[in-house]
């Protein structure tokens, strides 16, 4: 399981706020930069700002490992894992 959550940590860092990330809109726009050759940390960026919504409520976090993750990240990381997994890890 460690390996997940180090994948969740450097996928997704956003500041502690309300808002919830849309993990289907953020696995849309991650694979499809990563697909143009946009490298892994600006197409986090970018996806991480595109499918931000701050209106949403906080999700709950949950803990893996001793680490709290909140579980749209974990969502966020298993759409991304599903679309396009050739870029997990990368």
Known sequence: MKPFL??????????????????NLYAQEYCALRAVGVAS????????????VASLPDVTPVTIDGRQVDTDVLRAVRAVSDRCPQYIGD
């Open 6 to 23: 180090l994948i969740c940590s450097l996928f997704i860092s956003i500041p502690a706020s309300a808002g919830q990330i849309l993990p």
């Open 41 to 52: 940390s600006e197409a986090i960026t970018a996806a991480t700002e595109h499918a931000y």
